[in-house]
């Protein structure tokens, strides 16, 4: 399918979150349904809801190339997929089983049973197919050091003379078999050379036996060509399945796996060139803009600094680097909000002062009591 096509169903699915939105979190917030099955009914409805935007999600995201798109709809399939599992959770709540029956919602919902399985995402496989192959690697080497497992068979003892015995009575009966057969035949063409011999040669007139002959092969024509429109038209209406091509490499299934693989390796191509602009793009910034943003953000220093020693009496301590560092003093803050923070320090720093006065005066006194 074309990029048009993925497009348009990102859309409709886009669509369906919407109004699920909007039917999941309404202007007037509704009563709690006290009904248990009314309960099911709503969630197992927006479960199936869910699933279909997932399994649209998850076939656009598996075939559009373009890197900002897949970001955001990777970000997107992950919330769908989260909604699901608390949808499940919610129902197996409910219904204390993890087992459930739609049949009801699937006939309102025009659905059928194949259409509420859950496909495993394929990107979960091409995300990980190094360490799936290094796994089976893995297990392969141990298979192979570990050998082929031999399974005890239980031997079965014998005389000499009991086995001479077993295929002696054997190859007679192959042999009893072989002569009957041989005299069967035998018998049947003594059969057809005395029933020969009683009828005579035959004496049959050419014309009569020229329109037999007619009759016979036009009859089998009619009936190969009537069997074959039988087919075409059972073909046409559905009833039975086209004929399997030749080679494998002519199916539809085929040039559709290709076409996959095709914008799979298209997809890299395009994350490879999306991460190298990035970079080139980072570094064009660092060289051409960066000298004058270093001084710009020096200058803000030093202006920050100015201003907290004009409302404070002096210069604030410079950030540490667990609190954010120089990023600490970009945030949008007055010296009124810096003063206040200042203020809060030295109001700890006198407090842990009067508790070390206290713990000192106790232990003082403490051998007095």
């Not at 970000?75 to 959770?89: A, S, Y």
């Amino acid at each position: 399918m074309s990029h048009g096509t993925y497009n348009f169903q990102w859309g409709e699915a886009q669509t369906g979150i919407h109004d699920l939105l909007i039917q999941e979190l309404p202007a007037e917030p509704t009563k709690p349904e006290k009904d248990r099955l009314a309960a099911f009914q709503n969630y197992a409805t927006l479960y199936i809801k869910y699933l279909q935007i997932f399994r649209r999600l998850e076939q656009c995201y598996d075939q559009i190339v373009h890197p900002q798109k897949r970001r955001i709809l990777r970000h997107v399939l992950d919330g769908v997929t989260g909604r699901v599992l608390e949808l499940k959770n919610e129902m197996v709540l409910l219904e204390f089983s993890e087992f459930h029956y739609f049949d009801d919602i699937l006939s309102d919902l025009k659905l059928t049973p194949n259409d509420i399985e859950i496909p495993i995402p394929k990107y979960f496989i091409h995300e990980k197919y190094k360490v799936l192959q290094d796994r089976e690697k893995l297990l392969g080497q141990i298979l192979a050091k570990m050998g082929p497992q031999e399974e005890k068979k239980e031997e079965v003892t014998m005389s000499i003379e009991d086995a001479i015995r077993l295929i002696q009575v054997h190859e007679r009966a192959r042999q009893g078999r072989l002569r009957a057969k041989f005299m069967r035949e035998i018998r049947i063409q003594e059969e057809r050379e005395r029933l020969a011999a009683n009828r005579g040669a035959p004496t049959l007139d050419p014309d009569v036996a020229a329109v037999r002959i007619q009759k016979i092969w036009k009859g089998y024509a009619i009936r190969k060509r009537t069997r074959r429109e039988r087919e075409e038209e059972m073909m046409f209406i559905g009833m039975i399945p086209q004929p399997l091509p030749t080679s494998s490499k002519n199916t539809h299934q085929y040039q559709a796996e290709k076409v996959e693989e095709f914008r799979r390796v298209t997809q890299e191509e395009h994350e490879r060139e999306y991460q190298q602009a990035l970079d080139t793009i980072k570094n064009k910034i660092r060289e051409v803009e960066g000298p004058d943003m270093k001084e710009t953000m020096q200058d803000q220093i030093r202006q920050w600094f100015i201003e907290c020693r004009d409302a404070t009496g002096k210069f604030p301590e410079f950030p540490k680097e667990d609190e954010g560092g120089s990023a600490a003093i970009f945030k949008e803050k007055d010296p009124a909000e810096v003063e206040a923070e200042l203020a809060g320090k030295e109001d700890e720093k006198g407090r842990s002062e009067e508790r070390r006065v206290g713990k000192e005066c106790r232990s003082r006194w403490s051998p007095y009591h």
